[in-house]
């Protein structure tokens, strides 16, 4: 579903395409409007993938404190961060179609800043949700060897 969505992104904004081959009344904000509601979508969806990692390690936290209460921080913070994201997205651009609309007089915030600011936060909240098993994994009962092994086939998926 997501290869799908991103060639008909690409295919209704042209993009890769020389432009001779692009029609001449061809509206131009098509492939914007399509980037904002992907924009719009993407970052919740990471958002509730690194949220359901983290109730799967609550199961887990019940026999560390610190784990559980850091599950239970990074959640809140997760939320915060997707809700304050998808709101600051939504409304960087007030009216909301000026965004792809060519032409409009609209007020914006600074799209930059506002996206390596949430990117950033992004970042920090992956490494925390990344850094939690960790005090798990390095207190197991198993052979140097096993436990080594396990904290290898992790860091991959953490990439």
């Avoid at 008909?8 to 509601?37: C, K, Q, T």
């Avoid at 109730?55 to 304050?84: D, E, P, Q, Y």
Wanted: with cysteine; hydrophobic share 55%.
């Amino acid at each position: 579903m997501p290869l799908t969505q991103a060639y008909l992104v690409l295919r209704a904004g042209y993009w890769g395409v020389h432009e001779v081959d692009i029609p001449p009344r061809l509206p131009p904000n098509i492939g914007v409007f399509w980037n904002f509601m992907m924009g719009l979508c993407g970052s919740p969806t990471l958002g509730i993938v690194k949220a359901s990692a983290l109730i799967f390690l609550l199961r887990f936290g019940r026999i560390k404190r610190r784990v559980l209460v850091s599950c239970r921080v990074l959640i809140a913070f997760n939320l915060a961060h997707v809700v304050t994201f998808f709101t600051g997205f939504l409304f960087q651009c007030w009216p909301i179609e000026s965004r792809w609309m060519a032409g409009a007089s609209a007020k914006c915030l600074r799209v930059d800043v506002l996206s390596l600011t949430m990117a950033g936060l992004g970042i920090v909240a992956d490494i925390l949700t990344l850094a939690i098993p960790f005090v798990l994994f390095l207190e197991l009962r198993v052979s140097k060897r096993a436990r080594n092994a396990l904290l290898g086939v992790f860091l991959l998926g953490g990439m």
